[in-house]
């Protein structure tokens, strides 16, 4: 079964500084992942998606990924942070088998000014 | 374009009541979907349907039916309301590339 995993509960970061919100994926076949950002009391919204091509992902926001196969990494950055950025993340993996999108726990992103 | 929209925002029902979460989308997707969002458990999705007239399970059904008359609606029925059922739903409807566009979600409390 296709899952993913946030090993990272929360992350905290200064404003200014970069970021980075860890995620593992574990499928079989090549995968279909994203990312999605939660802010309090709203629905998810689409950041970014890796389909195929490029290992660099640009998304909105100034938001990154880096899919790295070798590692089963899609990592989300960003190089400078933003106070507005706190908020609650998903990464997502999309079963080909069942074309179910399975999410991980999230990791709340706080960034201090 | 309204999206994805939900009503109603909040409910409080007693244990053993009924009610329907609903659902719709402006963009004509086929798929659509409902999870549930629980604090340390991400999305857990409850149902879901590929086009008007198919609905399928998805990994926490009980408790819960769905019907998908129009490619517009899908609502969200609660049989018998249990406290375990106490959470955040969200809709959600999924474009062609495979982007997922969410509803602003409902907060639900079984007493």
């Known amino acids: 079964a296709q899952s993913v995993a946030q090993p990272e509960d929360q992350v905290n970061v200064a404003e200014g500084n970069p970021l980075t919100v860890k995620c593992t994926y574990s499928?079989?076949?090549?995968?279909?992942l994203f990312w999605y950002v939660q802010y309090p009391n709203r629905g998810l919204q689409f950041l970014l998606k890796y389909i195929t091509g490029d290992n660099l992902v640009k998304g909105s926001y100034g938001f990154e990924a880096e899919f790295n196969k070798s590692q089963t990494s899609f990592h989300l950055k960003k190089p400078s942070a933003l106070v507005s950025d706190s908020a609650l993340y998903f990464c997502a993996v999309r079963d080909r088998d069942t074309d179910k999108l399975i999410f991980g726990t999230g990791t709340r992103l706080q960034v201090f000014p | 374009n309204a999206g994805v929209t939900q009503t109603p925002k909040f409910q409080v029902l007693k244990t053993g009541q009924s009610m329907t979460l609903q659902c719709a989308q402006d963009m004509n997707h086929e798929y659509m979907s409902w999870y549930r969002q629980d604090p340390g458990m991400g999305l857990r999705l409850i149902h879901y349907s590929v086009g008007a007239g198919i609905t399928d399970q998805g990994e926490v059904p009980n408790g819960y039916n769905v019907s998908r008359s129009t490619t517009e609606d899908f609502p969200l029925r609660l049989l018998s309301a249990a406290p375990s059922q106490t959470s955040v739903y969200f809709c959600?409807?999924?474009?062609?590339?495979?982007?997922?566009?969410f509803g602003p979600g409902t907060r639900l409390t079984v007493t």
């Open positions: 959600a409807s999924r474009s062609g590339l495979g982007v997922q566009y």
């Open positions: 499928v079989s076949g090549n995968p279909y």
